[in-house]
């Protein structure tokens, strides 16, 4: 797979718009992926600009590295977690960022590979992890977990109606044998999703997929915490923008961003505010951004994606 089909950026237009990487300073892309956000970014950059990348998928690593080779010292790579940004940052004396941007999503490269096991409609072993190097898989969560626990991460991660007829499918067949194909448990999802649901909407493994994939990864766990800590990260008039693609994320995220905007939690018909929190960032984004139809049209997964962003005071 070429570098040019590693990754497609989404919304690439409006997250230029919102970073402006033009004015310059040092911009850190959290969700490296192929570098196709990154490298727009660089291009823009003036002459005393940097953008660090981050990401924990050693061949994301790898691709975006050669993809942005010919930046020089204008880009710095670092393999690990979003969540550990500001350890990350401190260990090359970076206190301070005009632009972050975290695209949560799945890169098209990790879809797209076979054997990373993300697809419904690929058969691969049931793995799904980010980070190759993890020893957690999505073999461990469908063989492991009890009846509650895969009903519970089904229904909470997936926002799966049928989270319980899904996880008691999954503990009967797993009696007879353990489940390792992501084929096999996307058709035992689909015949335990009634019939008259099957024929509307995508595929119906999608949600139950999402969910073992956001456990695998722990994509919720400590997300708000990592969203404050890009905050705390940058520079005044700094810009943080997030890519999200499932409401779940979503939420977190606008409600965050709200904080940000409007801490005070005094009673709202106090005639003054006595709390003394103040605002540490302005909201971009009244309404999250969505991708443009003809790019919805280009590329099917930019049409869940929703983009948001702050502006620090």
């Given amino acids: 797979m070429t570098n040019e089909t590693y990754h497609v950026p989404i919304m690439l237009n409006e997250v230029l718009s919102l970073l402006q990487p033009s004015r310059g300073g040092v911009f850190v892309d959290g969700t490296l992926g192929g570098g196709g956000h990154a490298e727009a970014v660089l291009e823009r950059l003036p002459q005393s600009g940097r953008l660090i990348g981050i990401d924990r998928d050693a061949d994301a690593i790898a691709e975006a590295g050669k993809r942005l080779l010919r930046f020089g010292n204008a880009f710095t790579v670092v393999r690990g977690n979003f969540f550990q940004m500001k350890s990350l940052l401190e260990g090359l004396s970076i206190q301070r960022a005009d632009g972050i941007l975290l695209d949560l999503g799945v890169s098209s490269h990790q879809l797209d590979e076979k054997a990373r096991g993300f697809s419904y409609n690929e058969d691969a072993p049931l793995d799904m992890r980010m980070d190759a190097s993890a020893p957690f898989r999505a ?20 926002e799966e109606r049928y989270a319980g007829r899904v996880a008691a499918s999954i503990v009967k067949a797993r009696e007879k044998a353990a489940l390792d194909s992501t084929v096999e448990l996307a058709q035992l999802i689909k015949n335990a999703i009634p019939a008259a649901t099957r024929r509307e909407g995508p595929h119906p493994a999608r949600r139950t997929f999402q969910a073992l994939r956001i456990e695998v990864n722990g994509e919720l766990e400590g997300l708000k915490k990592a969203v404050d800590d890009a905050h705390s990260l940058l520079a005044p008039n700094g810009v943080l923008a997030i890519i999200t693609f499932h409401s779940l994320e979503d939420r977190i995220v606008k409600l965050t961003f709200r904080e940000y905007e409007n801490p005070c939690t005094c009673d709202p018909r106090a005639p003054m505010c006595i709390c003394g929190k103040k605002p540490t960032a302005r909201i971009l984004t009244k309404k999250p951004l969505v991708a443009s139809e003809s790019e919805q049209e280009e590329n099917s997964r930019s049409r869940s994606a929703k983009l948001r962003a702050i ?3």
């Fill in 311 to 313: 502006q620090k005071l």
């Fill in 139 to 158: 073999y461990d969560v469908v063989n492991g977990y009890s009846f509650e626990e895969l009903a519970r991460i089904i229904r909470e991660y997936g």
